[in-house]
């Protein structure tokens, strides 16, 4: 089970060091919860953290925009995000850094109430997003555009995290919401419709990615890759079928998601490689940033945002 407390900061262990007492605490700051955060589950379940020398605290904060400020602030150590909330920061003035890649491309779902048909038909609408001009937001304009919906014919509301936008699509206060596994898989099971998949609009767009500050992670190389270790040893583990049963039983009974849908869920997750984060992709992420923002500065190159060597062979 996780741990939710928010510590004040005045009593934050937030990066100790390792010493003969214990194994090293980190901090780990994430927006939401889904079947994209399984291998973290099984890390956490069979114990590979702590044989790692690990005590890993997971914070769930249900907002991108908390998250980010706990990340950049020291709050956290470590974060799971969208890799253009790390490119929009650095940008801004902060020491993110990108040192890993946590999920596939962008596995979430347009979904919408019931008897809606296309994406067409939202003109006029409200659609629940966690933050309007990142993350998924940026995909979903991009989604709109193609069907000739511009800024203004929608209102995009900042909703929060993928329980927040399920609540607010089964409340009524939005119209359709972007989400992800299970939070799609079951509002379609209930008659809600499901308009377009991030992942097949853009196939070579990348997933989320594992960031922390440049100072920290130059001041906890051993730590940080020792999580990344865990992490790649937690997801092949979930690729092994005679683990099935025992993965299934790992995830929490919060993700309220049928029997059938997680077993669907594990089978996808199983046939595909661990993520990986590329110099490509990242440029496709900074042409995003930059048509979101504005900017007419030049583009900077992918190394500004990201260091694959901070986890070593593993990232």
Same mark, same amino acid.
């Given at each position: ?9 005045? /009593?934050?262990?937030? *990066? ?5 007492? @214990? ?12 079947? !994209? ?21 997971? !914070?769930?904060?249900?907002?991108s ?13 470590? *974060?799971f ?14 020491d ?18 019931? @008897? ?5 038909? &939202?003109? *006029?609408k409200?659609?629940?997003?966690? $933050?309007?001009?990142? $993350? ?9 555009a193609?069907? @000739? ?19 607010a699509?089964? !409340?009524?206060?939005a119209?359709?919401?972007?989400? !992800?596994?299970?939070f799609?898989?079951? &509002? ?18 990348? *997933? /989320? ?8 992670a ?9 999580f990344?270790?865990?992490m ?13 049963a ?34 490509? $992709? ?14 007419t500065?030049?583009?900077? /190159? ?6 694959l ?7």
């Amino acid at each position: 089970m996780f741990l939710y407390a928010l510590h004040a900061l005045a /009593s934050c262990r937030c *990066g100790a060091a390792p010493g003969a007492g @214990g194994p090293a605490h980190v901090e780990l700051g994430l927006i939401s919860e889904g079947t !994209n955060t399984w291998p973290l589950y099984v890390a956490r379940s069979l114990g590979l953290f702590a044989r790692a020398g690990l005590d890993v605290e997971v !914070n769930v904060v249900g907002s991108s925009v908390k998250q980010q400020q706990g990340l950049i602030g020291g709050r956290f150590d470590i *974060g799971f995000q969208q890799p253009d909330h790390v490119v929009r920061a650095v940008e801004q003035g902060s020491d993110l850094v990108i040192f890993a890649a946590q999920g596939h491309a962008p596995d979430v779902t347009l979904v919408a109430a019931p @008897g809606a048909s296309a994406i067409g038909g &939202l003109r *006029g609408k409200t659609i629940g997003v966690d $933050g309007a001009r990142t $993350g998924y937001s940026l995909l979903l304009r991009r989604l709109l555009a193609r069907e @000739g919906i511009v800024e203004g014919d929608v209102v995009l509301k900042e909703i929060g995290g993928s329980q927040e936008r399920f609540d607010a699509i089964r !409340n009524g206060e939005a119209a359709a919401c972007m989400l !992800n596994a299970p939070f799609d898989a079951n &509002l379609m099971a209930a008659g809600y419709a499901g308009l377009a998949r991030m992942s097949e609009a853009f196939p070579t767009y990348p *997933g /989320s990615v594992m960031a922390a500050r440049r100072s920290w992670a130059d001041a906890h190389r051993r730590e940080l890759a020792a999580f990344v270790r865990v992490m790649a040893e937690a997801h092949a583990w979930l690729r092994q079928p005679e683990h099935a049963a025992q993965a299934l039983e790992m995830l929490p009974q919060r993700l309220a998601i049928a029997p059938r849908a997680a077993a669907a869920a594990l089978e996808q997750l199983a046939s595909r490689p661990r993520p990986q984060i590329t110099a490509e $992709g990242m440029l496709q992420v900074i042409e995003t940033v930059w048509a979101a923002e504005g900017y007419t500065r030049p583009k900077s /190159s992918p190394e500004k945002y990201m260091d694959l060597s901070y986890a070593g062979r593993h990232s």
